[in-house]
Each structure stands twice: as structure tokens, then as C-alpha cells.
């Protein structure tokens, strides 16, 4: 080989080394969390070194931008070889995933080297029980059916309500709809994930469920699980005012104090009851 | 680092550390937090004298009484700082709440000072009000106690002990705390994937505000604030979001509208203020005020309503549960006619209060309940009616009532549940509410009786005894039959569900007479797809005032002076005090999805009486329109009553509903259509 070819491959060979080397630049997208002290920080939690000269661009390519910087900005961020990150294209609006932040991961700086979290590890059972497994929440809504019985007492044209934690017990809050002689039903959209507070009541708190035992009885709970539907089952024991011949508490007008006629709908010039009047004896002949 | 202990009476933690952060502190000599020295811990500023030597007697009377009449108040913040909760205060240039997710976001010049002596600065500020976690981003500062450390971005999970800090100094780095430990953080920890996400947000937020604080698990409190209904903007100054877990909060004192609109203007973990605009078809527009005092096992709620109508209901319900297994609950309400402007003297005032008592058993219950009336309380010659006496009564009752819990037959899909009780009436005044005819001037519960003076040759003199006291036993039992399938049970559209319930009740007075009701009820639905069921049911109520001697007198379709008696018409002769109403329903619901709901119930009734037009009165309603009662004499033959409700707003649905009469008594339609607003 001839000095000249040797020279003219061993430039060849630089060259495709200081190609490889240089590789394609790599670009990821994510919600800015800061932007400071020479340092870009995503929502990961990952903070990239910025080059001096970092470009900010508009992410929709007009260009220059007004956006600055900061949290809740969403970016394009484009890396160099090194790790650094050399332009950033903003937008105040979500941007196609673009890239991963697991291949850029490398390029995130700190001080510290990552150190396992006991927090997200599996829990260890303890001697002699099985371990639950972990649930996951998407967050995608649920479409959760509640149906409660109520007690046999419960006038037929009663209306039924969910009060709920989520609606700041309002006792109104969620009205059901009477599917048989026992049963009331309602169907709800809840996310996944959502701890859900309810009682039953018919549309005050005076009406409200109360436990078998008679008491006052704390909220139902229940946790929506990832699910195309569920379905809620339950029992309401008795309502709060529906105490056995007892007058209930209801704060809208004056009290209607015990009243032994059963018939309060009989008009008002009904005779009321008596003794028959004795028939007078027959005047001397 | 020398451990110091201090009282905790913070953040309730869940980690072993319990007490949180107040455990936390420094002392002079200690490791330092990001190289800044420390300076002593938190100790509690001693409180100025409250009362001081040269009060007087009388402001010191003075402060006594407001002490005493405070003492509930007291009471109930002192249950509730039991378990207080982190307070953080925020403010910032730009503050929002956003009610679907129950989110609190706020940029610019973020400022955070939290309870247990945290301040935190920084660009951004996300808080999840129910997973209860806090995020500050953006050219962070955190400084307690003298100490200082700077980065980009600090995540507080308050459920779980953990701060997750990502610091600038040379370079960043990761650091948690731990169980409130500022002093030794873990270096490099992984933390979990979402530590620092900011949510996607609704574009319109439900509230802005200039600053917040915000009571963790229960409450958060806006200044500056503004409310969005439908993108319009209403001042309101001071708003409250209620979101505590406790449901007492939701307890109230006030009667039903088909309209409400609150505005919580002031309150905390343990209270809550709310100015209420109301409307109801009986009051129309006016506003409310209602009060709350909560607690763990107790609550006292006040209302005034409507406030601004001359005739007002004050309404005080007191709750205490002591121990497992007993309760004891009240309700006091005073009607006051005094004018829109208070001006006095009150043209009337009626009290009464309820008292009731629950005692819980492994299998049973007992309650005791209890009421008194006055009628009124200004004396005679001051009601404002035709009556110069007014209305003296105070009828007063007591009733004893134990019942078992549902015990199901066998194996049988039959469930009974028994009652009984004893109780008394009593009124020793006067009688006007009760049965007629009594004459004002006489008192008593009820006159029963016949002629007592006879005289040969004369007509007989009435002289009816007058009960002032009426004893009673009831007895009573239900007997249901939850569910039994029919059809095809495998495919849940082509399955039939029956049902049948027998409510059966017996009541023994002391004025002779014994009254039975007896509730018959058999159903059968089915749910033909997803979004509609139907159910036909016929139900049977039979009442029976049956009188030792004498009772109900069969009414003359013939007044004495030969014109037709118009409260008697010949179908109401026969009647004896024994009715019978049968109703048959038949019901179907259409729901698509959860923001749309038509229902339709069509009935037939069969009574005995039967309806007579315009010899029944109407029923009473309630101030949005409903009938009080069930099921009633004088119903008409056929109605048909149309429900439909359908999402208005994000969080806010419309029901509108109206019965159909076919014409009877040339009633076509109920009187009024009955609308309600209902948050979500």
C-alpha cells in the first residue's frame, strides 16, 4: 500500500470514527419542572446539563418564542453526544411523545449514585401470611353501579339518594331510581383509584341510613378498581326518621305533634269519632 | 445531632415516627442542612394574659358569659384539634382550584409556609388535595428554622413521611427525608415515577384566588377568591372548600329548596360558616345561614332560614355518641314572625325540641324519643290571629321503642324484623290541632264521648270527655321477601325479580280505640338492557281505627236545614274509619348514561273512600312541591308522573318533574312543576 493510499484510509477511518463518535443527535419530550443554574429539569426529576448557547425555539417550528423556560412548560429537548442539551423547543400544550427519557437517562446529572428504595420495593409477608399484591390504579373512569336495598318500611314513593364525601355531603347529591319494591339503582362514572364515600339518605340528613344497631353509622367506602363495570351492593337497615311511631325531626315548618287520627286527609267536616248519641226515650203516651 | 422532643400537635403521621415533623429539631452544634447553620428549634410564643388586674368586674362578666356561651364552641375545637392536620399557606400571583380533581395550582412568586415551621418558595406549586402530596418547582427554597437549601424542585408526600428535594448545588442531586428528618437525608434514593408530575387541569378553573390555606384531609380556604359557574366569574372574597372525610360536616338544619347555591365563607377542620341563596316554591328567593361545629363523635349545627323573610326558623340540632353503643341526638327549632327587619315585638314564637336516645344491643335496638311543643311563647293576646287567647298549647310525647334487627327465616328468602313500644301523649291546654270539633276554651289531647245529660222531655246535652293525656303499646312486625329470580337466570335482561313485603302494626291507645295499619306490597321487574328496567307493583294499605264504643259516625249527605252536606257524598256514607287504597305502578327507567335519566311511573288507584273532586283536600306538600304524605285519601283514579334529569353543568344536574292527572276534578297537571338543582 502506498503511503498516499495508507494516509487516504487512515483519513477515511478518522472520519467515520468522528461520525460515529459524533451519532445522531437524540431528542426527548416531556413537561419542564425548572429551569436554572445551567440545568434543565424534567418531571422526571432528571436534571440535564444546558449548553451555553442553548437554543429555545418555538416547538410548532415558527422559530423564536415568547415562552420562557418554566415549570409546566412542555419541551422538545434535543441532546449532543455529550449529554447536553443544545436546543429546547417549547409549547404551552402537551407534545407528542417523543424519544424516551430511559435513553437519556445516562445523560442525567447528580451527585449521588441511585440507591434502591425500600418504599417501592415488595413488601416482605411476615411469617405465616401470604403477601397481597400491590394494586395499580390507570385512573381511567369506571362505570360503577350502586344498588342498595332498602329497608321494607320505606314508602313506595320515597326518592333515594347517594350523598358522597366527593360532593361535600350534599344530601341530594346523586339521586337513584327505584327498580323494584326493595331496590334502588344508580350508575356512576368514577375514576380508578377513587376512594368513594357514600351514605344512603332520601334527600336529607334527617332521612339518613342509620346501622342495623340503630346508631348513626359511618360512611360506606369503597376503592374503584381498574374495571370495565363493577357493581355495588347494599343494605340499608333503617332510615333515620323512620323510627316506629315515633315523630320524626323534620326542620321545614312547625311540628305536626302526635295525632291519634289516622285519617289526616279526611274532610274537614267528617264527624269525628264519638259515642253514638242514645236515642231518647220515648215521651210518656 | 441532638434529639429534641416537642409536643406534637401537628401533622398526624402515619410512620412510625408518629409525631411528624414537630419531632424534628436542631441544636446549635448539629449537623447542618445544605451547609447552613442551624438555629434551635420550634417552641410554642407564650400568649398574652387573657384577663389582666385591671379589667373590670363587669368586662370580666362580661368575658365570663361569652366564655359560657362559647363553651360548645370550645368544646368542639378542642375534639378537632386533637387530630389537626398540616395548615399550609400559599400564595402566589396566579392561585387556582380546580373542582374535578380537587386540585389547588398557583405559579408566580410561590410562597409556602406550612405549620410545622416549613417555608418553601419557588416558581410552580401543585397540590393534590386528595392524595394529600404538594409539589414546588422551579428555583426552590426551603427554609426552616433559620436553615436554608435551594434547588429545583421539593415534593412533599405528607401521607407517608416522605420529602423528595432534587438540590442544586455544585451539580443536582436527590435527596429524601425521612419521617421529617431535615438532617439526614438519603442521598440518592430512586423515588417513585410520578414524584414530581404536574396533572393535566381542566381549562376553566372553579375557583382563583390570591392566597389559600389549605387544612390537609379537610379543608381548604381561599382569599381574594373568585367562583366560575358556566365561565362567569362571581366575587366572593373568603371561600371554603369543605373535603374533610367527616361526614358530619354534611349534617344540616335546613328544610329542603329546589334551589341552592352555597357560599362557605369562612371555616377550618372543625367548622364551617355558610351563607346559603335559596328558592323554594313556598318562600321564594331568600337567603340561609348555617353553622357548623364538628367533631370526631359529636356535632352542633345552627341555622337560621330563611333570613331574610319575616318568618324565620331557628333550628339547633345537637349529635353525641358516648361510647360504642349509645347515642343522643336534638333538634330544637324556633318560629319567629318578626318582621324582615326584626323589628319587635315578634308577632309569634313557637319552640319545640326533639330528644332521642338510641341504645344499641348485640341484636336489637332500643330508642327512646321524645318531643315538646309550645305553641306559643309570648303569651295570651299576642299570637296574631283572630284569637285573642292564641294558641296556648305544649303537647308533649314520649315513646319507647325496641326493635330487633332483620333475621332472615330458615333457609328460606324470607326476612322478618318485630317492634314494639309504649309511649304517651299528653297536652293539658289547648286542643285546636287536634281532633275537631273542640272548642278553644276547652283542653286536651281529643274529646271522645257522647250525651252525658239527659233530661226527660229534652234534647240531649253533649259533653264529650276531654283527654288531656293519651297512653299507648304498639306492636308491629315486617316480614320481606328481598329478591327471588324468575327466567332465564343466566342472562341477568331476561330475568325476572319478585318481591313482596308485609308491614303489619298494632296500636292500643288509652282513649279507647285501637288502630291497625296493614302495607301489602308484591313487585316484579326486570332490567331489559343496560339502560332500562321496568317493574309493575301493586301494594295494598289498610287502615283500621276500630273504637271500643261508638267511633267514626257514618256522615248525612243531608244537612239538617235540607241542603246537601258537600263533605259527604255517597260514596264517603259507608265509611267507618277503615280504608283500603291499592295501588297498582307501573315504572320504567331510561338511563344511557350517567348524565341523562327519564323515568315514567304510571298508577292506578282503587280507594275505599273513594275520591270525591274537590271533597278531599289537596294534599300538603313541602316547600318544593312534593306531597308529605304517601298515599292519602282522595287520590286521583289515574296519574302519570314523567322525571327527567340530565347533567346542566359540570357538576351540577337539573331534575324536573310533573304528574299527570287525566282530568280529574278538572285537574290536568300537579299544581307546579318541581325543579331542583342538584350539585354533583
Redesign the interface.
Known amino acids: 500500500m502506498t503511503p498516499l493510499r495508507r494516509i487516504f484510509a487512515v483519513t477515511c477511518a478518522l472520519f467515520a470514527v468522528a461520525l460515529i463518535a459524533a451519532g445522531p443527535t437524540i431528542a426527548v419530550t416531556g413537561q419542564l419542572l425548572a429551569y436554572q443554574d445551567g440545568f434543565v429539569f424534567f418531571t422526571t426529576g432528571d436534571g440535564f446539563r444546558v449548553a451555553p448557547g442553548v437554543l429555545i425555539r418555538d416547538a410548532a417550528g415558527t422559530g423564536s418564542t415568547a415562552i420562557v423556560p418554566a415549570p409546566r412548560v412542555w419541551a422538545r429537548a434535543h441532546f449532543d453526544a455529550n449529554g447536553t442539551v443544545t436546543e429546547l423547543d417549547l409549547s404551552k400544550a402537551p407534545l407528542p411523545q417523543e424519544g424516551s427519557f430511559a435513553d437519556v437517562a445516562r445523560f442525567a446529572v447528580a451527585l449521588s449514585s441511585p440507591v434502591p428504595n425500600p418504599d417501592l420495593l415488595p413488601a416482605t409477608p411476615a411469617p405465616g401470611h401470604t403477601l397481597v399484591p400491590t394494586q395499580h390504579f390507570s385512573g381511567r373512569p369506571v362505570l360503577v353501579t350502586f344498588t342498595v336495598q332498602v329497608p321494607p318500611t320505606t314508602p313506595f314513593s320515597a326518592s333515594v339518594y347517594i350523598t358522597t364525601d366527593a360532593s361535600g355531603w350534599n344530601a341530594q347529591a346523586i339521586p337513584m331510581d327505584r327498580i323494584d319494591t326493595l331496590h334502588y339503582q344508580i350508575t356512576r362514572r368514577l375514576n380508578s383509584g377513587t376512594i368513594f364515600r357514600y351514605l344512603y339518605d332520601r334527600g336529607s340528613f334527617q332521612s339518613q341510613e342509620i346501622a342495623e344497631n340503630g346508631l348513626q353509622r359511618t360512611p360506606r367506602q369503597i376503592v374503584v378498581t381498574d374495571a370495565d363495570v363493577r357493581t355495588i351492593r347494599d343494605t340499608v337497615y333503617a332510615w333515620l326518621d323512620s323510627r316506629s311511631n315515633a315523630s320524626g325531626q323534620q326542620p321545614n315548618g312547625l311540628p305536626t305533634p302526635y295525632n291519634p287520627n289516622p285519617f289526616p286527609n279526611l274532610p274537614s267536616g267528617f264527624p269525628s269519632p264519638g259515642i253514638p248519641t242514645p236515642r231518647p226515650p220515648h215521651p210518656p203516651a | 445531632m441532638t434529639s429534641v422532643t416537642i409536643e406534637c400537635r401537628d401533622r398526624v403521621r402515619n410512620g412510625p415516627a408518629g409525631c411528624g415533623r414537630h419531632q424534628r429539631g436542631f441544636v446549635a452544634g448539629g449537623p447542618t442542612l445544605a451547609g447552613i447553620s442551624p438555629i434551635g428549634y420550634l417552641s410554642p410564643r407564650p400568649k398574652p394574659g387573657w384577663l389582666t388586674s385591671s379589667d373590670s368586674l363587669g368586662y370580666i362578666v362580661r368575658r365570663l358569659s361569652l366564655c359560657a356561651a362559647l363553651v360548645p364552641l370550645a368544646f368542639a375545637i378542642a375534639c378537632a384539634c386533637a387530630r389537626a392536620n398540616t395548615i399550609v399557606r400559599l400564595s402566589a400571583d396566579h392561585l387556582a382550584f380546580y373542582y374535578d380533581t380537587y386540585q389547588v395550582e398557583a ?1 408566580g412568586h410561590v410562597r409556602v409556609q406550612t405549620s410545622d415551621g416549613f417555608s418553601v418558595t ?3 406549586f401543585s397540590m393534590d388535595l ?1 392524595l394529600n402530596r404538594f409539589l414546588v ?4 427554597t426551603l427554609e426552616t428554622h433559620g436553615q436554608r437549601a435551594a434547588g ?2 421539593l415534593s412533599d408526600f405528607l401521607d ?1 413521611n ?1 420529602i ?1 428535594f ?1 438540590p ?7 435527596w ?1 427525608f425521612l419521617n421529617g428528618d431535615l438532617a439526614h437525608p ?8 410520578d ?4 396533572p393535566e387541569l381542566p381549562k376553566t378553573p372553579s375557583v382563583t384566588a390570591s392566597e389559600a390555606v389549605i387544612g390537609t384531609r379537610s379543608y381548604a380556604r381561599f382569599s381574594g377568591a373568585w367562583a366560575y359557574v358556566g365561565g362567569v366569574g362571581l366575587p366572593l372574597g373568603s371561600y371554603v ?5 367527616n ?1 358530619y ?8 329548596a329546589n334551589f341552592d347555591a352555597t357560599w362557605n365563607f369562612a371555616g377550618n377542620n372543625n367548622s364551617l360558616s355558610a351563607i346559603h341563596l335559596r328558592y323554594d316554591t313556598f318562600n321564594h328567593t331568600y337567603l340561609a345561614f348555617e353553622q357548623h361545629f364538628v367533631g370526631d363523635h359529636e356535632y352542633a349545627i345552627f ?1 337560621a ?1 330563611p333570613l331574610t323573610k319575616s318568618d324565620r ?1 331557628f ?1 339547633l340540632v345537637l ?1 353525641e ?1 358516648l361510647g360504642q ?1 349509645f ?1 343522643i341526638q336534638t ?1 330544637t ?1 324556633y ?1 319567629v314572625n318578626q318582621g324582615v327587619l326584626f323589628q319587635a315585638p315578634p308577632l309569634s314564637v ?1 319552640q ?1 325540641t ?1 330528644v ?1 336516645m ?1 341504645q ?2 348485640p341484636h336489637s ?3 327512646l ?1 321524645s ?1 315538646f ?1 309550645n305553641y306559643n311563647l309570648l303569651g295570651p293576646g299576642s299570637f296574631n290571629n283572630n284569637n285573642p287567647a292564641g294558641n296556648l298549647s305544649h ?1 308533649s ?1 314520649i ?1 319507647l ?1 325496641a ?1 330487633s ?2 333475621n332472615r327465616i330458615g333457609k328460606l328468602p324470607l326476612y322478618e ?1 318485630i ?1 314494639g ?1 309504649y ?1 304517651f ?1 299528653h ?1 293539658s291546654v289547648g286542643a285546636q ?5 273542640i272548642p278553644p276554651s276547652e283542653s286536651g ?7 252525658c245529660i ?1 233530661k ?2 229534652t ?2 246535652v253533649p259533653c ?1 270527655t276531654l283527654y288531656t293525656t ?1 297512653w ?1 303499646e ?1 306492636a ?1 312486625f ?3 321477601m ?2 327471588v329470580k324468575i327466567g332465564n337466570h343466566d342472562n341477568p335482561y331476561e330475568t325476572y ?1 319478585f ?3 308485609l ?1 303489619k ?1 298494632r ?1 292500643w ?1 288509652s ?1 279507647p ?1 285501637r ?1 291497625d ?1 296493614t302495607n301489602t ?5 326486570r ?1 331489559f338492557s343496560r339502560p332500562v ?1 321496568a ?1 309493575l ?1 301493586y ?1 295494598i294499605q289498610n ?1 283500621v ?1 276500630r ?1 271500643l ?5 257514618p ?1 248525612n249527605p243531608v244537612n239538617p236545614n235540607g241542603t246537601s ?4 257524598p255517597p260514596g ?1 256514607t259507608g ?1 267507618r ?1 277503615a ?1 283500603t287504597l291499592r ?1 297498582l ?1 307501573l ?1 320504567t ?1 331510561y ?1 344511557p348514561n ?1 348524565e341523562f ?1 327519564l ?1 315514567l311511573v304510571a298508577r292506578q288507584h282503587t280507594d275505599f273512600p273513594a275520591p270525591f273532586q274537590n ?3 289537596l ?1 300538603l306538600t ?2 318544593i312541591g312534593q ?1 308529605l ?6 287520590q286521583p283514579p289515574y296519574d302519570l308522573t314523567g322525571d327527567v ?1 340530565f347533567k346542566l353543568l359540570p ?1 351540577m ?1 337539573l ?1 324536573v318533574q310533573r304528574t299527570y292527572y287525566f282530568n280529574y276534578g278538572n285537574i290536568q297537571w300537579s299544581p307546579n312543576f318541581i325543579v ?1 338543582v ?3
Do not use: W
Open positions: 405559579d419557588g416558581d410552580a386528595k418547582a422551579g428555583h426552590v429545583a424542585a407517608f416522605r423528595y432534587v442544586v448545588t455544585s451539580e443536582p442531586d436527590r429524601t438519603v442521598k440518592g434514593r430512586i423515588m417513585p415515577g414524584t414530581f408530575n404536574f372548600v369543605n373535603f374533610s372525610p361526614q360536616f354534611a349534617q344540616n338544619s335546613l328544610t329542603g341555622s332560614n326558623f333550628n349529635y355518641k353503643r347515642q333538634f327549632q318560629n313557637t319545640t326533639y332521642n338510641t344499641a344491643f335496638y332500643l330508642q324519643n318531643n311543643t303537647p310525647q315513646q321503642t326493635t334487627f332483620q324484623q317492634y313500644g309511649g301523649n297536652d290541632q287536634y281532633a275537631t270539633p289531647l281529643q274529646s271522645f264521648g257522647g250525651n239527659y226527660k222531655g234534647a240531649p264529650p293519651i299507648n304498639v308491629g315486617n316480614l320481606f328481598p329478591s325479580y318481591n313482596a313485603v308491614n302494626q296500636q291507645n282513649l280505640h288502630i295499619n306490597t308484591f313487585s316484579l321487574s332490567q328496567n317493574y307493583s301494594q287502615t281505627d273504637y264504643q261508638g267511633g267514626y259516625q256522615c252536606n258537600q263533605f259527604c264517603l265509611f274509619g280504608s295501588t305502578s315504572g327507567t338511563a350517567p335519566n323515568s271533597v278531599f283536600p294534599p313541602n316547600v306531597p304524605y304517601n298515599n292519602y285519601l282522595g334529569r357538576h344536574l331534575d331542583q342538584l350539585p354533583q
